[in-house]
């Protein structure tokens, strides 16, 4: 592990602060998260940091949001997250570090572009635009893959809940849920891994007052918020975090 400066705790600051936003207003800003502590860590280390900092964040969005939660589509996505995890643990166990931030911001542009064409599509024909339960399937599974090898699952199923049409609170109230409870079956795999270790942790406890100042500040933000803004800011925030994946 490199020898932390100035630099790098500002760019882990910065990064847990996203983390919080992102937990209980901004779902597709965690990707920036994902940037920022794989610019001050080893890409590998970082998933171990930015996991235990997501889970505190976690805890707070399913309090904040438990009675926002459409329990169906998380039934849905079960079994292809898991699936999902479990390949994602194969790659990380022999991927580089470039690769992986490749794979995974190759993977969010093409979805990016399925969701805006697919939006376009049903729009000009006048129906709604809704997520087929084979299309859940194919997401669940991108999910549990990018969020297990880069913690960038959350711009995935934000385009998978943006085409099932949730209003805000019960799209950051499902995401909640389902996030805390992937970040918790992810934790075994991350030590088994060797990645997440008392240095880690020791990095992790610094940060965490900032993940809970942001979470509080996200959940003002998420009151005030219209639908058609949340949506185009999660569209832009998932193009920006991807960008960066591949640069």
Same mark, same amino acid.
């Given at each position: 592990m490199v020898e932390m400066d100035v630099l790098r705790w500002v760019l %882990?600051? %910065?990064? *847990?602060?996203?983390?919080?936003? #992102?937990? $209980?207003?901004?779902?597709?800003?965690?990707?920036l998260a994902?940037?920022? !502590?794989?610019?001050? %860590?080893?890409?590998?280390?970082?998933? +171990?940091?930015l996991l235990v900092l997501l889970l505190v964040g976690d805890l707070f969005a399913v309090t904040m949001y438990r009675r926002t939660v459409d329990w169906a589509i998380l039934r849905r996505l079960i079994w292809p997250v898991l699936l999902g995890v479990a390949v994602g643990t194969v790659f990380l166990g022999f991927a580089s570090d470039a690769v992986v931030r490749r794979v995974i911001g190759a993977i969010l542009l093409a979805l990016l572009v399925f969701t805006l064409l697919r939006r376009r599509r049903n729009q000009d024909?006048?129906?709604?635009?809704? +997520?087929?339960?084979?299309?859940?399937?194919?997401?669940?599974?991108?999910?549990? !893959? $990018?969020?297990?090898? *880069?913690?960038?699952?959350?711009?995935?199923? #934000? /385009?998978?809940?943006? *085409? /099932?049409?949730?209003?805000?609170? $019960?799209?950051?109230?499902?995401?909640?849920?389902? !996030? !805390?409870?992937?970040?918790?079956?992810k934790v075994p795999f991350q030590i088994g891994l060797g990645l997440l270790d008392l240095h880690i942790l020791s990095i992790v406890a610094v940060l965490v007052p900032l993940v809970v100042v942001a979470a509080f500040l996200g959940r003002w933000v998420a009151g005030r918020i219209s639908q058609?803004?949340?949506?185009?800011?999660?569209?832009?925030?998932?193009a920006v975090g991807a960008v960066n994946l591949l640069l």
């Open positions: %882990l600051g %910065l990064g *847990a602060l996203v983390v919080g936003l #992102s937990k $209980t207003a901004l779902p597709g800003g965690g990707t994902v940037v920022l !502590f794989a610019s001050a %860590l080893p890409a590998r280390e970082s998933t +171990a940091a024909a006048g129906a709604p635009v809704s +997520a087929s339960r084979w299309g859940g399937y194919g997401y669940g599974w991108l999910g549990g !893959f $990018t969020t297990m090898v *880069a913690n960038a699952g959350g711009p995935v199923m #934000s /385009m998978y809940l943006l *085409a /099932m049409r949730l209003d805000v609170k $019960t799209f950051l109230g499902t995401a909640a849920y389902f !996030f !805390f409870a992937v970040n918790l079956v058609t803004v949340f949506e185009r800011l999660v569209l832009v925030l998932t």
